[in-house]
């Protein structure tokens, strides 16, 4: 995508990192270009323009100019900060679980509006604290669908047959489950889903991305850490490489308990 | 791979590689820092290298706050003139450097050497947040200020560390947030400026 010598646009800041003295490089998710690199000069020093608008989470319109190696980040005015999300630990956990996810499907300077979108809305949703147990699992089958790897659970991903009721078998390199006939050969990508976790998949998926949608019920606790298992390992398998920040929300979520 | 048009030679690019490791050094920086070292006089390149000798050598960290020192405890720890019941975390050995120079502090430090970085991989159990629950069960604290960076990283190291000793009994504070001196107002963004706002005193 061609972009003039400067830009602007609306953006989540993912992640930063430290260069220089007084500089950082942002990660950026933005709802026209996609994710984009840039260096924030100063922006480590105590009265730096950018104050605190480029902390991550926050929901920025930008403008930045093209750079010999990076662009630079000219201005930044917050749109949102969401305060109440940065005011709860777990919160918090799950926030920088959802960037560290855009940051590893993203592309850079490919935009993607409805992954923009999905994580617009779910950081509103974590920010007002109506948090269902599935808006994780929801956010995750999401951000595969609009990334090209929706898995499929309705049925046989290879022979498309109907399936007969579980258990099933997820297989991830074939990016769905497979029935009895074919799930013939063992894998050490193939992982088992119960019936229980298999409905809220399904249940999951026929929301059509409503993200802020409460299910309405409960479901059982068994059956929603394996459908965060499952997930999880199919995220990994896509990604190709483990999610770090899960290792802090999965800690920050057994303290709950 | 040695460039002979800039008059590389083994050892030159030995000592560019060397520096180019350091933090903020690219490899242009590093090729001018070779060639001054290169031209400066002999007797000041060995006082620098033996400064980083001396330093690796004798530099530890401090077994009870891990800052860094000579001598172990550091020289904090064993001051009978601190105020040993006041414990001042912070991330960082340069940020006890920082909070000494202010001449504000007469407490006690511990350092976690980092914060909990969750995209870098970086949990609790890699800070030193077991050892600081250890010193709180041994050592008389009354007071714990949890000086971590006002950034969203430093934030959650807080709030965990907070969790964890809420119900020690020890009084739990944290630095004011606000606008630095010299900023401007219209900079500052809504977090920063509701918090100073909240933080108003009597002028």
Same mark, same amino acid.
């Given at each position: 995508?061609?972009?003039?010598?400067?830009?602007?646009?609306?953006?989540?800041?993912?992640?930063?990192?430290?260069?220089?003295?007084?500089?950082?490089?942002?990660?950026?998710?933005?709802?026209?270009?996609?994710?984009?690199?840039?260096?924030?000069?100063?922006?480590?020093?105590?009265?730096?323009?950018?104050?605190?608008?480029?902390?991550?989470?926050?929901?920025?319109?930008?403008?930045?100019?093209?750079?010999?190696?990076?662009?630079?980040?000219?201005?930044?005015?917050?749109?949102?900060?969401?305060?109440?999300?940065?005011?709860?630990?777990?919160?918090?956990?799950?926030?920088?679980?959802?960037?560290?996810?855009?940051?590893?499907?993203?592309?850079?300077?490919?935009?993607?509006?409805?992954?923009?979108?999905?994580?617009?809305?779910?950081?509103?949703?974590?920010?007002?604290?109506?948090?269902?147990?599935?808006?994780?699992?929801?956010?995750?089958?999401?951000?595969?669908?609009?990334?090209?790897?929706?898995?499929?659970?309705?049925?046989?991903?290879?022979?498309?047959?109907?399936?007969?009721?579980?258990?099933?078998?997820?297989?991830?390199?074939?990016?769905?489950?497979?029935?009895? !006939?074919?799930?013939?050969?063992?894998?050490?990508?193939?992982?088992?889903?119960?019936?229980?976790?298999?409905?809220?998949?399904?249940?999951?998926?026929?929301? +059509?991305?409503?993200?802020?949608?409460?299910?309405?019920?409960?479901?059982?606790?068994?059956?929603?850490?394996?459908?965060?298992?499952?997930?999880?390992?199919?995220?990994?398998?896509?990604?190709?490489?483990?999610?770090?920040?899960?290792?802090?929300?999965?800690?920050?979520? !057994?303290?709950?308990? | 791979?040695?460039?002979?048009?800039?008059?590389?030679?083994?050892?030159?690019?030995?000592?560019?590689?060397?520096?180019?490791?350091?933090?903020?050094?690219?490899?242009?920086?590093?090729?001018?820092?070779?060639?001054?070292?290169?031209?400066?006089?002999?007797?000041?390149?060995?006082?620098?290298? !033996?400064?980083?000798?001396?330093?690796?050598?004798?530099?530890?960290?401090?077994?009870?706050?891990?800052?860094?020192?000579?001598?172990?405890?550091?020289?904090?720890?064993?001051?009978?003139?601190?105020?040993?019941?006041?414990?001042?975390?912070?991330?960082?050995?340069?940020?006890?450097?920082?909070?000494?120079?202010?001449? !504000?502090?007469?407490?006690?430090?511990?350092?976690?050497?980092?914060?909990?970085?969750?995209?870098?991989?970086?949990?609790?159990?890699?800070?030193?947040?077991?050892?600081?629950?250890?010193?709180?069960?041994?050592?008389?604290?009354?007071?714990?200020?949890?000086?971590?960076?006002?950034?969203?990283?430093?934030?959650?190291?807080?709030?965990?560390? +907070?969790?964890?000793?809420?119900?020690?009994?020890?009084?739990?504070?944290?630095?004011?947030?606000?606008?630095?001196?010299?900023?401007?107002?219209?900079?500052?963004?809504?977090?920063?400026?509701?918090?100073?706002?909240?933080?108003?005193?009597?002028?």
């Amino acid at each position: 995508m061609t972009r003039s010598r400067s830009y602007q646009t609306t953006a989540a800041v993912l992640r930063y990192r430290p260069i220089g003295e007084a500089d950082r490089i942002v990660t950026l998710y933005t709802s026209t270009f996609g994710r984009i690199t840039a260096v924030a000069k100063g922006l480590r020093r105590p009265g730096s323009r950018f104050g605190g608008t480029l902390e991550p989470l926050n929901l920025v319109h930008i403008s930045l100019s093209r750079g010999r190696s990076l662009d630079n980040v000219n201005e930044c005015v917050a749109i949102n900060s969401f305060v109440d999300l940065k005011s709860d630990l777990g919160r918090i956990a799950q926030g920088i679980y959802l960037a560290e996810l855009i940051d590893t499907f993203g592309d850079d300077w490919a935009p993607n509006h409805r992954l923009f979108n999905l994580l617009e809305k779910t950081l509103r949703i974590l920010n007002d604290g109506n948090i269902s147990d599935v808006l994780i699992p929801t956010f995750e089958l999401c951000l595969l669908q609009y990334c090209g790897f929706r898995p499929e659970f309705g049925q046989c991903v290879e022979c498309r047959k109907e399936l007969e009721p579980g258990p099933y078998t997820f297989n991830a390199d074939s990016g769905g489950v497979l029935c009895g !006939s074919c799930d013939t050969i063992l894998s050490s990508s193939s992982f088992h889903l119960s019936m229980d976790a298999m409905k809220i998949l399904r249940w999951i998926q026929n929301q +059509h991305g409503d993200i802020a949608r409460p299910p309405g019920v409960l479901f059982p606790k068994e059956a929603l850490f394996e459908v965060t298992t499952v997930l999880r390992k199919y995220l990994k398998f896509v990604a190709e490489r483990d999610l770090r920040s899960t290792r802090f929300l999965d800690h920050i979520e !057994s303290d709950k308990k | 791979m040695v460039n002979e048009s800039y008059g590389g030679t083994p050892q030159v690019q030995r000592l560019v590689d060397e520096l180019g490791r350091l933090p903020g050094i690219g490899p242009k920086s590093a090729q001018r820092l070779t060639y001054y070292l290169i031209r400066m006089p002999a007797e000041q390149a060995e006082n620098l290298s !033996s400064a980083i000798v001396s330093v690796k050598r004798n530099i530890t960290f401090c077994s009870r706050c891990f800052h860094i020192t000579e001598m172990d405890p550091c020289g904090i720890c064993i001051d009978n003139n601190r105020a040993t019941g006041t414990l001042c975390v912070v991330e960082q050995p340069l940020d006890v450097v920082a909070l000494e120079k202010t001449s !504000s502090f007469d407490g006690i430090y511990h350092v976690l050497h980092g914060s909990i970085s969750p995209m870098n991989g970086i949990g609790p159990e890699d800070l030193k947040i077991k050892a600081l629950l250890e010193r709180l069960k041994l050592e008389e604290i009354e007071e714990v200020i949890l000086a971590t960076n006002p950034n969203l990283e430093g934030e959650a190291t807080a709030m965990y560390i +907070h969790r964890l000793i809420e119900g020690l009994g020890v009084r739990i504070t944290r630095p004011a947030r606000g606008l630095p001196v010299g900023g401007d107002i219209e900079y500052a963004d809504e977090a920063t400026l509701g918090r100073a706002l909240e933080g108003r005193q009597q002028f």
